[in-house]
T-cell receptor, first 112, second 114 residues
Framework: QKEVEQNSGPLSVPEGAIASLNCTYSDRGSQSFFWYRQYSGKSPELIMSIYSNGDKEDGRFTAQLNKASQYVSLLIRDSQPSDSATYLCAVNGGTGRRALTFGSGTRLQVQP | DAGVIQSPRHEVTEMGQEVTLRCKPISGHDYLFWYRQTMMRGLELLIYFNNNVPIDDSGMPEDRFSAKMPNASFSTLKIQPSEPRDSAVYFC????????????FGPGTRLLVL
């Protein structure tokens, strides 16, 4: 089992729809969770971080964390073609490890 | 702030040659990370430093890879000798300590070993 798992996609949604991206992790000691967006040929950039159970909203983005089920998700409302990218889920190593473990990413395609 | 700076942005070399990648973290960041990204393996952590000291190098693939951080504003990742399977994008990232865990990535170095 991979430490951080994501569906590779592509996930295709029409413009204006809600895109839902999911991630599961194996280390129950993990404490910090991140979503990074990576455009083709570019470096990852942070979209959202979440540390406690529940929802965290930032503009069109909502991160959801459920530690009991060991999953974290990202919702993108009113999806735009400019949201088309690969979304990487990242989890800290737990037990104070500062290094992040990344999932393989989900490619999102927003159709105009 | 200029962000994380990496050089060179692109590198093409022949098998057996030495390759040196460079990174300047964001000023004031105490943690520096080196990652490698390939289609097959995704984004992998190679090594990370805290206050210039290597903390975890378990991701370094083999002895051909070495990394140094002689001061707070500079780090190198060296591959000697390089092999075609080392072809990848190498990212450097930095973050604050102790509460801020967000990592900020540099633009990456695209390495092609022929």
């Amino acid at each position: 089992q991979k430490e951080v798992e994501q569906n590779s996609g592509p996930l295709s949604v029409p413009e204006g729809a809600i895109a839902s991206l999911n991630c599961t992790y194996s280390d129950r000691g993990s404490q910090s969770f991140f979503w990074y967006r990576q455009y083709s040929g570019k470096s990852p950039e942070l979209i959202m971080s979440i540390y406690s159970n529940g929802d965290k909203e930032d503009g069109r983005f909502t991160a959801q964390l459920n530690k009991a089920s060991q999953y974290v998700s990202l919702l993108i409302r009113d999806s735009q073609p400019s949201d088309s990218a690969t979304y990487l889920c990242a989890v800290n190593g737990g037990t104070g490890r500062r290094a992040l473990t990344f999932g393989s990413g989900t490619r999102l395609q927003v159709q105009p | 702030d200029a962000g994380v700076i990496q050089s060179p942005r692109h590198e093409v070399t022949e098998m057996g040659q030495e390759v040196t990648l460079r990174c300047k973290p964001i000023s004031g960041h105490d943690y520096l990370f080196w990652y490698r990204q390939t289609m097959m393996r995704g984004l992998e952590l190679l090594i990370y430093f805290n206050n210039n000291v290597p903390i975890d190098d378990s991701g370094m693939p083999e002895d051909r890879f070495s990394a140094k951080m002689p001061n707070a504003s500079f780090s190198t990742l060296k591959i000697q000798p390089s092999e075609p399977r080392d072809s990848a994008v190498y990212f450097c990232a930095s973050s604050l300590s102790p509460l801020e865990e967000t990592q900020y990535f540099g633009p990456g170095t695209r390495l092609l070993v022929l």
